[in-house]
Each structure stands twice: as C-alpha cells, then as structure tokens.
C-alpha cells in the first residue's frame, strides 16, 4: 500500500509542476538534471526456492542526478542514480541498486581520444541498449543481484590524406569485472581486452561513408590468454540526426591459450530509423570473439536487438523492444563443456507511457524473459518518475 501513495503524491507534485516547461538547470560551465522514481511490480519469478521459483510484489524508489559540460572541445559527464527495492512477501531479499558513471571526450578534432567508467549494481537482468550510440546491454547477462565493473579508453589520430579519404590508427583498452552480490561476493568474470586498429575511410557523399581496416586484439582473464585477428568493410550513412545506420562485415581468426582456436564471420551493425514524425525504429545486432566466464571456455557472442516507439496521442507512447542473445564456445561444443549453461536467452518488452506533465512521466510495463533452463519470468510494473 505504501508504494501506492507515493505514486498519488508524486503524481500531485507533478502536476503542480505543469506550467514548468524545461528540465534542468545551467549552473556556470555545467548543466545539472535531477530526478526521483517510484515503481510497484509484480515478479512471476521473484525467488528461487527449495521447491522451484515463487512470485512476488515489490516496490522501488529511486534518486539520480547527472551533469554535463556546455559545448567546449571537451565534453565531459558524469551521473549517479541509488535506488531500493522491497519485497511484500521476501522482505529477506530486499536490496539496494545504484549506478554510478563518468565520461570525457575530445571533440571535433582529428585527435580522438576518450575514457569512460561505470560501476553498476543491478538486481536482474541488465539488457538496456541505448540507440542513439549504440551501447549496451552487458557483455554477461545474469538475472542475479550482480555488480559490474567497466573502464574504457582509447586513443587514435584520423590522418587525413584528402577531402575524401582519410587514414585512423587507434588502440583501445576495456576492463570488465562483474561479480555476484551476497555471501562472498563472487566474482562471474574479470577480463582485460587492448585492441589495435588501423581502418581507412572514404566519404563517398555528404552523408555516406565507406571504411575497410583490420584489427588486433588481447584478451586475458583469469585462466588464459587469447589472441584475436580481424579483417573488415564497412559502410554508414547520416540521412538526418535521427536517422542513420552503420553496418561492418569481417573475418576473424581467434587463438587462445586453453580454449582452442577457431575462425568466424564476425558483424556488427546499427540502424535507427525517423519513420514519420511520431514513430521510430531501431536495430543492432553482430558478434564477436570474447573471454570465457565463470571458469569456461572462450566464446562467441551473438546479439540481435530491436525495437520501435510511437508516439500515439498526445502525451502518450508506446514503445516495445526485444533482444536475443546466443554464446557458443570457439570450438562450437559449449552446450557440452562447463562454460555458460543458459546459452539462448530472449528478451521481450513493452511499455505505454504518458507524459502527464513536461516534468512527471507514468509508466505501464510488461517484460517477458526466456533463458533456457529456468522458467519463463514475466514482470508487470507501474512506474512514475519525476525529472527536474
């Protein structure tokens, strides 16, 4: 019940709020962007049990804030959220989530160059993507409380030989940690990935560009080593702000210490698509070579992601995703060695918002997930977040 009356008083401020039109504020150099969320759901797989999985009702609340450079030559960033959810009926299983997030960035200039770090706790299964660029979801999906861990940076100079055709030497560096939360918190994977990558680029038009390169990666964790070399074209195009794809197409030959060698074809493509004013589509999707976790064997990663978002009436959106995922070991026999168990994952969901004031947002939500061994989980929630 409790949940329940934050979600009216929230939606009383809210509407208080209505003649308030902009979000955030300009403080100096910076902008700073506020906001605070209640959510109530129902979980069909709340718990797992003795005698199977049991379901549950629980409540969240949130807080975040985020701020952010004024357009300069460098854009930085940086955001913090922290959140708790309770259970009705497992009150032992109620914990804690937060994100915490940083970002700098050289733009505009032929010298590329940025870091970026995230440490997230999450409790299920973390499979957001961002379209606007192409992030996400997590390298190793669990639907267990888990924290993570990722560091990134790079660094790379685009030569340009003509108006047309330039050359971009780069070397990148990722760090990924994610552990289980709990009793010993016990850590799921740990790699380290440095890459070095030469591409050449030429802009066929104002908009559409071609690349070819190849690139060289190491990759250690914990148990081995592994050596990976590609070989690759490319292609993307700008039609608008909104409206872009980028697609690549490779072959990859990989050599690790314990886990054997293979050879694949390796793509990666993204597509965000303005099909009319009110409604949008996008797509991701390709797969890669990449460590093992949880003691098994490297393997190959596949990802297929979709969605759209419609802007129906007024105020209100509808909007739907879904996400695939598939791991298969470098010499194919993952099904039959320790490695990752849950192999064919499934991710569907769908949301109908409406925009109750330019600062308060409601949300209905429901989200199917199919991982293979466990039963089908399905989550409906109502959720109300407020932004200033």
């Given at each position: 019940?409790?949940?329940?009356?934050?979600?009216?008083?929230?939606?009383?401020?809210?509407?208080?709020?209505?003649?308030?039109?902009?979000?955030?504020?300009?403080?100096?150099?910076?902008?700073?962007?506020?906001?605070?969320?209640?959510?109530?759901?129902?979980?069909?797989?709340?718990?797992?049990?003795?005698?199977?999985?049991?379901?549950?009702?629980?409540?969240?609340?949130?807080?975040?804030?985020?701020?952010?450079?004024?357009?300069?030559?460098?854009?930085?960033?940086?955001?913090?959220?922290?959140?708790?959810?309770?259970?009705?009926?497992?009150?032992?299983?109620?914990?804690?989530?937060?994100?915490?997030?940083?970002?700098?960035?050289?733009?505009?200039?032929?010298?590329?160059?940025?870091?970026?770090?995230?440490?997230?706790?999450?409790?299920?299964?973390?499979?957001?993507?961002?379209?606007?660029?192409?992030?996400?979801?997590?390298?190793?999906?669990?639907?267990?409380?888990?924290?993570?861990?990722?560091?990134?940076?790079?660094?790379?100079?685009?030569?340009?030989?003509?108006?047309?055709?330039?050359?971009?030497?780069?070397?990148?560096?990722?760090?990924?940690?994610?552990?289980?939360?709990?009793?010993?918190?016990?850590?799921?994977?740990?790699?380290?990935?440095?890459?070095?990558?030469?591409?050449?680029?030429?802009?066929?038009?104002?908009?559409?560009?071609?690349?070819?390169?190849?690139?060289?990666?190491?990759?250690?964790?914990?148990?081995?080593?592994?050596?990976?070399?590609?070989?690759?074209?490319?292609?993307?195009?700008?039609?608008?702000?909104?409206?872009?794809?980028?697609?690549?197409?490779?072959?990859s030959f990989a050599d690790y210490e314990t886990s054997?060698?293979?050879?694949?074809?390796?793509?990666?493509?993204?597509?965000?698509?303005?099909?009319?004013?009110?409604?949008?589509?996008?797509?991701?999707?390709?797969?890669?070579?990449?460590?093992g976790y949880d003691g098994g064997e490297a393997r190959?990663?596949?990802?297929?992601?979709?969605?759209?978002?419609?802007?129906?009436?007024?105020?209100?959106?509808?909007?739907?995703?879904?996400?695939?995922?598939?791991?298969?070991?470098?010499?194919?026999?993952?099904?039959?060695?320790?490695?990752?168990?849950?192999?064919?994952?499934?991710?569907?969901?769908?949301?109908?918002?409406?925009?109750?004031?330019?600062?308060?947002?409601?949300?209905?939500?429901?989200?199917?997930?199919?991982?293979?061994?466990?039963?089908?989980?399905?989550?409906?929630?109502?959720?109300?977040?407020?932004?200033?």
């Amino acid at each position: 019940m409790k949940i329940y009356l934050i979600l009216l008083v929230c939606a009383g401020v809210g509407l208080s709020a209505a003649g308030q039109e902009t979000r955030g504020k300009n403080l100096g150099p910076v902008r700073v962007e506020a906001e605070a969320g209640v959510r109530a759901a129902h979980d069909s797989r709340a718990i797992s049990l003795a005698s199977g999985y049991d379901d549950d009702l629980y409540s969240e609340v949130h807080a975040g804030l985020t701020v952010e450079n004024q357009p300069a030559m460098f854009k930085v960033g940086a955001g913090a959220e922290y959140g708790y959810r309770y259970y009705s009926e497992y009150s032992e299983i109620d914990d804690d989530f937060y994100t915490l997030d940083a970002l700098l960035t050289l733009t505009d200039s032929p010298l590329k160059m940025g870091v970026s770090g995230e440490f997230r706790k999450s409790l299920n299964y973390a499979t957001a993507y961002n379209e606007e660029t192409g992030e996400g979801p997590d390298s190793v999906l669990t639907d267990l409380p888990n924290t993570r861990f990722l560091a990134e940076g790079n660094l790379g100079y685009e030569f340009a030989v003509s108006d047309r055709f330039s050359i971009l030497p780069e070397y990148g560096v990722e760090y990924y940690n994610q552990r289980l939360s709990g009793d010993g918190d016990t850590e799921i994977a740990d790699w380290t990935i440095q890459t070095v990558h030469a591409a050449a680029s030429y802009q066929y038009t104002e908009k559409t560009r071609f690349n070819a390169g190849t690139e060289y990666s190491l990759q250690e964790n914990k148990t081995e080593t592994g050596e990976v070399a590609a070989a690759y074209v490319g292609a993307q195009s700008s039609i608008s702000d909104k409206t872009s794809w980028k697609v690549r197409l490779g072959y990859s030959f990989a050599d690790y210490e314990t886990s054997g060698s293979g050879t694949a074809l390796v793509s990666d493509f993204n597509m965000l698509w303005l099909a009319g004013e009110q409604l949008r589509f996008y797509g991701t999707g390709g797969n890669e070579y990449q460590p093992g976790y949880d003691g098994g064997e490297a393997r190959i990663l596949y990802r297929l992601g979709y969605g759209f978002r419609w802007a129906l009436l007024s105020r209100w959106t509808l909007s739907g995703r879904g996400l695939h995922s598939y791991e298969d070991g470098v010499d194919g026999a993952a099904a039959g060695s320790d490695a990752q168990t849950d192999d064919l994952k499934h991710f569907f969901n769908t949301s109908l918002g409406r925009e109750i004031t330019s600062r308060l947002f409601g949300t209905l939500d429901f989200s199917y997930t199919i991982d293979g061994i466990d039963p089908d989980r399905a989550v409906v929630s109502l959720s109300l977040l407020y932004r200033y």
